[in-house]
């Protein structure tokens, strides 16, 4: 079954604003073995509303609009998809009420435009909105199924989830589907394809979807069978030897990042993170400390930006500076024992220490731009690695932080 | 005059990537006074393609198409825009001479399928990409003009400036057009609107945009006359207004962000930036130091998300820690005024710090979640203030850093 999605709102058309509440609804329709073939943005205008309305609805069974429900006269996707269906609208009192009782728990009184969010489209089924004053429409007839939802994600995700995968699960369909994610790091997605390519196209029966971030890959893979159990069996197939090919590259079954793997099992080895940053500034520290609970392993971290806070602060030699610079396997081996040492020490702490050029200025001819020193200080051995990154000044940041991650989790696996 | 922007690719309709370059465009565009009035997406289809070019060329004067230039099979949008105006293409030697060359500066060959990059729809011209393998193309007649480009940013942004742009201002057009940016800090969107709005509509003349992100809004403001001097004069005295209602909140007459504008001033104070960060987790530092050259003014950030780390890091006493919780006015002090000291003492170094309960957890009855606490350190007295904010967790790490980096503006202002 293919859909199409219709985001409606001017505001959408401006520089700043992107509508993101077509990947979500992608991803929920992917997982039920839908695919959105087109998406389309267009202003408050009515006319052209019903006109996108009308070719989508030409071309796919399912089509979803979202925004342009409010109550200002800017809101003209009621008006639109009525003149695209080719059918009135009545009032209703019953959502009147709704508003108004809403109204009522803000001791306020709707506005006399609220009433337009009143009105539906003849033989349209009334959404309900626990989450604002916009319900939205449901419509089915024989070229398929037309959403209209409202705009803002919160009042959006839960009005599809409940009330419209529930009528979508009612439209004829032969198969049911199930989705296993999994992620990757280390690897670019050139070669995570050509790898996996000959594994996911022997099995017809699942339809495999990469998305990748720098350093980062999520693959998802939809199993499709008569029954849910079959549907599930296919897709964690293929995961079985999408890992077995991949080994270590592969870091989690579920679709978690790598923040919140290492930050599992910092918790299950009892030990408390603590870092030493240099050229990322911070953005390690950022992404450890970005789920709810994170104070459970994050220690701390020492952003040594300039020499004197990693000679001061740290207690990295002022000899190491000089003699091999602060971009040198020295210098990261000093911060990442220097910032466990100062979170306890081995067995309580592990430090982890990123020194190095991201870029554009302040590369040599033996460590150009992009190169990084990652240190990792446990009770072990400290290893550091070296690497040699080519993107801009985010993206070896970007990169730097990542690589730290997959360092750590493999030497806590 | 109106655009319209056609994204090809079917990786954009994933539930992971999302089509950025319109944006880009549509603020392009906006500062020659053209509105984008539709946005599509298609996936790799030359019959979708060649339909939506159709579509689009009948109902505005120009057509951007991006994306779908690559040298695989699936790179349609030269095929589809061919068929969509009717015209043949040609191969073009040329071209695949600067694909050799590009190819040899890396030791390689092109593949077969690069020729397809040689092809040229008869009466386009070509755009040569300096950054890639794939040209542009424009093409102009009397329904106005399509460009097709390629879809990687840092391909795309160079050929739409060097090529399209010097084109377009050869379409007919009555008027000039000058933008004259600013951004707003410390007050909401809808607040800004209300005061600003009699100034801009006062002004037939001036277009304004607003774009908000959480605690950051850039306006432009577009004048149209028929000289660009004229244009200019209408904007800046349009911005001049505009500064004059909201005083401080506007921090500065261009379009760059709070950490371009604070690491200026410091640069001018001869001052080093030292950080205490607790909720907040790196991001303040990370956020400083993603300017190049950030060396010159960051000295560094002590992370310290643990009460430990306060203690043995900074050097805040345990009794205040016990007294008054690590979130409070007192530790935000001693935290500000410890960072100030470790990097040099007053007249060397601003300390500046933010402890908190960024959420969903560690809230209490005095400080609920939400509660931030942001010290100042220089060589006055050190100021503290409290700020309750009512966002998600990382809304409130964002609006914390905000609002410390303003802080930080004004009291370098």
């Known amino acids: ?7 409606i709102g001017s505001e959408l058309l401006t520089p700043a604003r992107v509508d993101t509440n077509s990947l979500y ?4 329709l992917a997982r039920r073995g839908v695919d959105v073939v087109r998406k389309v943005v267009v202003g408050d205008d009515q006319r052209r509303i019903a006109r996108e309305i009308r070719t989508a609805r030409d071309n796919s069974q399912i089509v979803i609009v979202t925004g342009g429900l409010g109550p200002t006269l800017d809101d003209l996707s009621r008006e639109g998809a009525a003149e695209a269906l080719g059918r009135e609208m009545h ?3 019953q959502i009147l009420g709704w508003i108004e009782e809403r109204f009522q728990r803000y001791g306020r009184k709707p506005s006399e435009n609220n009433k337009r969010q009143a009105y539906v489209i003849d033989g349209a089924e009334i959404l309900e909105n626990p989450n604002g004053t916009a319900p939205g429409l449901y419509y089915s007839d024989d070229s398929g199924a037309l959403m209209l939802l409202p705009g803002p994600p919160r009042e959006l995700k839960p009005l599809f989830e409940s009330e419209c995968e529930p009528r979508l699960d009612r439209l004829p369909s032969p198969y049911s589907y199930y989705t296993h994610s999994l992620r990757i790091t280390g690897l670019g997605e050139s070669d995570v394809d050509q790898r996996i390519g000959p594994i996911y196209e022997a099995e017809k029966r699942a339809a495999t979807t990469i998305l990748s971030k720098p350093g980062d890959i ?8 008569e029954t849910v159990e079959e549907a599930r069996a296919i897709a964690e197939a293929v995961a079985g030897q999408v890992t077995d090919e991949l080994g270590e590259h592969v870091y989690v079954q579920e679709d978690v990042g790598l923040e919140t793997v290492v930050g599992r099992l910092l918790i299950e080895r009892g030990l408390r993170l603590s870092l030493a940053e240099s050229c990322t500034g911070g ?3 950022e992404r450890m400390s970005r789920e709810p609970g994170s104070s459970k392993y994050l220690f701390g971290s020492f952003v040594t930006y300039d020499e004197e806070a990693k000679i001061a602060w740290l207690g990295v030699r002022r000899e190491t500076l000089e003699k091999y610079s602060a971009v040198s396997e020295a210098c990261a081996q000093e911060m990442a024992e220097r910032a466990r040492d100062a979170a306890g020490g081995p067995g309580k702490a ?8 991201a870029g554009p200025g302040g590369g040599t001819d033996e460590t150009p731009v992009g190169t990084i020193f990652i240190g990792l200080a446990d009770d072990g051995e400290t290893r550091i690695v070296r690497r040699q990154f080519g993107g801009d000044r985010g993206r070896n940041r970007s990169m730097a932080s990542t690589t730290a991650l997959d360092m750590l989790r493999r030497r806590l696996a």
């Open 283 to 285: 953005l390690l520290a």
């Open 25 to 28: 609804l992608t991803e929920r």
């Open 218 to 225: 999520q693959l998802h893979i939809r199993g499709r069978a």
């Open 1 to 7: 079954m293919e859909a199409q999605i219709i985001a």
């Open 91 to 93: 009032f209703e009192p």
């Open 350 to 357: 592990v430090g982890v220490s990123i020194t190095g050029f």
